[in-house]
């Protein structure tokens, strides 16, 4: 056991124990998701909501139902000593507020936020008691670094071994043709140069960039690769998966260099942020998957699989201190690109393709749920006419085209689908402009089941 990682986990137990008998209590909520999926929509938007909902403006029914409508005031923290970049929601609602209207930029750096909220406490008899604060501390940061979370269970060959076999099969054979060839042509005994291990690398990655970009997957490893973060393409990463006949020189700094690379992940991402915090959300384009075709959306439900066994895991004394979260929300976004007769179907798709995440979690004192939301709605429900026959449809602004268009997108499975779905070939995914914003958030965020997820989060701990 890391006893100095267990002292941790005892001194912030501790602490925010000592908080509650005071009124002051921290929770800590990291918003995870893969690459893609509107993890800085989702921030702005709960902002935004919880902002106005301290305001005043109802903006969040289910969560102000759950707190019995006791929430009085919220803030945001001003910014400390943190050497961590802040999250900025003032920009992002600026960018979605602009005429015309753009989505935020793609999370490349961790950012944090804390929100004060201010809540009513009352007695059983109906007096009042001191207000409790209680402090938010919200995470973000970019999706690709997610899926290094399943490699800490593995070591370099077994990796190796995976990811090599991933690589030969359907579109990824054709995006990583050039590395799969320059492995393929390294003798077992290949000597530990650093241009063989920078050119496989560059290669490795540029295959990663091609599947990512042009085929819609997502279980790409490891994340920095894709998203190296501020410090850039540094000698740590020159290293790629080899077949189980490497043995010189070169395998043995692979290997090398892939532990000292999970060890800089753990030490700079999972143990300072990850593994403290109380709750997370996961959050995943189901519906974008869809559109990319079969073998997108067996590799996106592969990829949440492999992320819902690491962030649903954890024992029962990592709960008890406090290095594990004790509620995970699995969560499909851009719900207002269907009807709302398919939203139910979305959740369920997403419980599903989690692949026994509810049971694992549930085995182990964590709560589970699924949800299918969009942080922004774009969209109102609407029918479209095919063929004579009328169909739930969704209608909005075209992003690119700058037109209202009704769309029927097809419809969505409660569960894996079938091969006559694929067969069909109709699942339809445009791309809607974000509704006319006010740019100071005075009335929050216009959304689709953002409060019924704050409500099962945080509703509790409100």
Not at 52 to 60: Q, S, W
Not at 65 to 82: K, S, Y
Not at 91 to 118: K, M, N, Q, V
Not at 413 to 436: D, I, L, T, V
Request: net charge neutral; hydrophobic share 45%.
């Amino acid at each position: 056991m890391d006893f100095p990682a267990l002292l941790r986990g005892v001194f912030d137990t501790t602490e925010d124990a000592a908080r509650a008998l005071v009124g002051r209590e921290r929770l800590r909520l990291a918003v995870t998701g893969l690459s893609r999926a509107g993890k800085t929509v989702f921030l702005t938007s709960l902002i935004a909501n919880l902002l106005a909902a301290g305001r005043g403006a109802r903006t969040l029914p289910a969560l102000d139902e759950a707190v019995g409508g006791r929430i009085r005031r919220v803030r945001i923290v001003p910014a400390g000593t943190e050497t961590i970049p802040r999250f900025d929601p003032d920009a992002h609602l600026g960018a979605l507020a602009a005429d015309p209207p753009r989505w935020p930029e793609r999370t490349e750096d961790f950012s944090t936020l804390s929100i004060a909220i201010d809540v009513e406490r009352r007695t059983s008899l109906g007096g009042l008691l001191p207000e409790r604060r209680v402090t938010l501390d919200l995470l973000d940061y970019p999706g690709e670094w997610l899926l290094d979370l399943p490699m800490l269970r593995q070591d370099f060959s077994i990796w190796s071994a995976a990811t090599l076999a991933r690589l030969r099969r359907g579109v990824r054979a054709q995006a990583a043709r050039e590395f799969l060839a320059f492995v393929d042509a390294l003798p077992a005994d290949a000597a530990a140069e650093d241009a063989l291990a920078k050119r496989g690398y560059t290669l490795y990655r540029d295959a990663l960039r091609d599947c990512r970009d042009n085929h819609g997957l997502r279980f790409l490893q490891p994340g920095r690769f894709l998203n190296p973060g501020p410090r850039g393409e540094a000698p740590l990463l020159w290293f790629f998966p080899l077949p189980a006949t490497a043995k010189g020189g070169l395998a043995a700094l692979c290997a090398r260099r892939y532990a000292a690379y999970l060890d800089d992940q753990r030490s700079n991402f999972l143990d300072p942020f990850f593994t403290r915090f109380h709750r997370q959300v996961v959050l995943v384009d189901v519906l974008g998957a869809l559109h990319a075709g079969q073998e997108a959306f067996e590799d996106t439900a592969e990829a949440l699989a492999a992320v819902a066994a690491v962030v649903s895991g954890g024992n029962w004394l990592e709960r008890l201190l406090g290095a594990a979260p004790t509620r995970v929300a699995f969560a499909a976004t851009k719900a207002d690109h269907v009807p709302s007769r398919a939203r139910d179907a979305l959740a369920a798709l997403v419980e599903h393709i989690a692949l026994g995440a509810r049971g694992r979690a549930e085995a182990s004192g964590a709560a589970t749920s699924f949800h299918a939301l969009a942080a922004i709605r774009c969209t109102e429900d609407a029918v479209a006419t095919l063929e004579g026959q009328n169909f739930a449809a969704v209608r909005g602004i075209l992003l690119h085209e700058g037109r209202g268009a009704t769309i029927y997108p097809g419809e969505v499975p409660m569960k894996p689908p079938e091969p006559a779905f694929w067969q069909s070939g109709f699942f339809r995914m445009p791309e809607f402009r974000p509704p006319r914003l006010d740019p100071a958030g005075g009335s929050g965020v216009p959304h689709l089941g953002m409060d019924g997820l704050l409500a099962w989060l945080l509703g509790d701990a409100l």
